[in-house]
């Protein structure tokens, strides 16, 4: 079995991951995965460790990691592979794919314009 699990920074403000457990819920309906978590990398949990583990004990046996990050910072470019790497290795019999941060989408453009309609009329 899949699972997808989206990984964004994480906050001390109680609710401010509401927006990507939404995200996350429209995957798993509107595109039948089995399996879509969210976590974080700091403050708030629930973070990646007990997340990957909650999927393995699920019956996962490959993992797709979405960093639910807009920009290419450390996170993205040493913190996350190494977090990932060294909990990788407590699941040998598990696939994990590391895929790619937001980033850049035209669509970005479009939300934007949106909100600036809303906010200027």
């Known amino acids: 079995m899949k699972a997808v699990i989206l990984l964004g920074h994480g906050s001390r403000v109680p609710g401010a991951g509401k ?13 039948t995965l089995d399996m879509v978590k969210t976590c974080h990398m700091s403050r708030l949990g629930p973070h990646f460790p007990e997340t990957l583990a909650a999927c393995v ?4 046996n490959e993992v797709i990691v979405i960093p639910y990050f807009l920009n290419m910072g450390l996170h993205i470019r040493l913190d996350i592979p190494e977090m990932m790497q060294a909990e990788a290795e407590k699941y040998p019999d598990i696939k994990i794919i590391y895929g790619k ?11 934007i314009k949106k909100e600036l309609t809303n906010l200027l009329n």
């Not at 995200?23 to 595109?31: D, G, N, P, S």
């Not at 941060?101 to 939300?111: E, K, P, T």
């Open 101 to 111: 941060h937001l980033g850049y989408d035209d669509s970005f453009a479009d939300i």
């Open 19 to 31: 927006d990507m457990g939404n995200v996350a819920q429209i995957l798993k309906e509107k595109y």
């Open 57 to 60: 004990s699920e019956g996962a």
